[in-house]
């Protein structure tokens, strides 16, 4: 029944308070070192891909958190990985003219396609852990927070601030609630006799088998968002004039960490290029 749990195994979304040096930074600081760690995982090459991940895992370890919670919160994907690897061989890139790693019938593995799989999890699982980290030293209130502070000269020019930032801070603790969802329906489904991979067929009978889910914890993930609203319809939540009454000052020496995140992006691409040309 171990193997069906999602919830322990969910990282993003999953505050865990502590009074460590990264636990204390305001949020539009914890937000810029969430984008420039997320940027070069996102458009940069292996290298900066790895060394991001790293840098996220070292920050976790300062804020006295395990890098292990963060590597496991990769788990619940990996059944999509392997399903998305396969579509990936399945449907080969025009012009591909790398080497053939395996070929089976009609079907081939190209040098091409198993680098692209490879980066398509290597950014999968860097992004999962740095989103990970972030929800993990951010409160739910600091995440709301941290977009008004980020977008605060907008709402002069009419951006409605507020309520994106709501907007945000729910996308976040959506998360493990439908990480939630999705443990109660299988459990439900294994109850009554469904296999979801714990038998024969391994990686691929278990991804064939979640895919039916889809539906199912969309419907529950609306039904829930359904809720929230009109509960907030209620109260007759309009987001207009809405003060806070929580001012956060910045630590000492936090405009050093700010510029530093912009060090950390120029040196990661920089550090992927060098590597790259070098290799």
């Not at 024969?200 to 929230?228: C, D, Q, S």
Request: net charge positive; aromatic share 10%; proline share 5%.
């Amino acid at each position: 029944m171990r193997s069906l749990e999602f919830f322990r195994n969910v990282s993003i979304g999953q505050y865990s308070g502590g009074g460590s040096a990264v636990h204390r930074l305001t949020p539009a600081t914890k937000y810029l070192w969430l984008f420039a760690l997320s940027i070069p995982a996102a458009a940069g090459g292996p290298i900066a891909v790895v060394l991001s991940l790293a840098l996220a895992l070292a920050f976790a370890v300062i804020a006295g958190l395990s890098p292990v919670f963060f590597i496991r919160g990769v788990k619940p994907a990996v059944p999509f990985f392997f399903l998305a690897a396969i579509m990936q061989f399945l449907f080969g890139w025009p012009g591909d003219s790398s080497a053939v790693l395996v070929a089976i019938g009609p079907i081939s593995a190209t040098l091409h396609e198993a680098e692209a799989v490879a980066m398509a999890i290597g950014r999968t699982v860097s992004l999962m852990a740095i989103i990970g980290l972030f929800t993990s030293v951010t409160s739910e209130a600091e995440i709301a927070h941290g977009v008004e502070d980020f977008l605060y000269p907008l709402a002069r020019l009419g951006l409605p601030v507020h309520r994106l930032a709501l907007v945000v801070s729910e996308t976040f603790r959506f998360i493990p609630v439908v990480a939630m969802e999705l443990e109660s329906i299988v459990k439900a489904q294994a109850s009554r006799g469904a296999d979801f991979g714990t038998g024969r067929g391994g990686p691929l009978a278990k991804a064939r088998a979640y895919l039916p889910l889809i539906v199912p914890v969309t419907i529950r993930a609306l039904e829930r968002a359904e809720a929230l609203s009109e509960a907030m319809e209620a109260r007759c939540y309009t987001g207009r004039g809405r003060t806070r009454l929580v001012a956060y000052a910045r630590q000492k020496g936090e405009l050093l960490v700010d510029l530093s995140a912009f060090i950390a992006v120029a040196a990661l691409f920089a550090a992927d290029a060098l590597l790259k040309g070098v290799l």
